[in-house]
């Protein structure tokens, strides 16, 4: 095993017990291999800040029209928008915030489409509450950041410990996006910077 592989062994296993220091290592290393730049991690962050687009996700549904005048619910949505705390209402993060009912949809059908029922999440405290997502939030990263996460900290050497290590987290789409997701690993091989063993599936 390289240093490079050994680098985060004494980290928590966890990353939700991760300290900033921890969090403040991994960009350095990364940056240091020339995966990203602190430009594009500045580009990224940025994106993540920006708001919800309420315009086209609530602004332009029918149900929510129906409560006001013809041309009107634009203003009355940028309104209740310029008013919420710019923060997700359960985590408090910036990052990737959503227009979300309070009372769901499924409780109430259309008549939860009210600018009185809506609240900012972000999009994993958002997945948190869907029936559909059993277990949303019970992952400290969003899917995408995760499945790298565990390709740069943990580094398998295998496809299948990838996916392993994957499931374990908690992660649960189909195994396409964990093929999808390796071929990081594939890349970074080539370029000499990730060990494959020669008993990866892929």
Known sequence: MSKED????DYPEFDSEWTEEHWVNLLQYLVSRGHISFREIASAALGQLNPSQVGTSVASKRTFQAGFPKRGV?????RWHFEQSGRCADCGTMLQLQADHIETRQDLGDAADQLTNLTLRCRRCNVVRRPSHKKGGLTFLTTESALMWILFTRRPTTYQEYEGLCRAYGLTMSSIRFQEAWARARWLAKEGQYTISPDSLL
């Open 6 to 9: 050994d680098l985060f062994a």
């Open 74 to 78: 634009w203003a009355a949505v940028r």
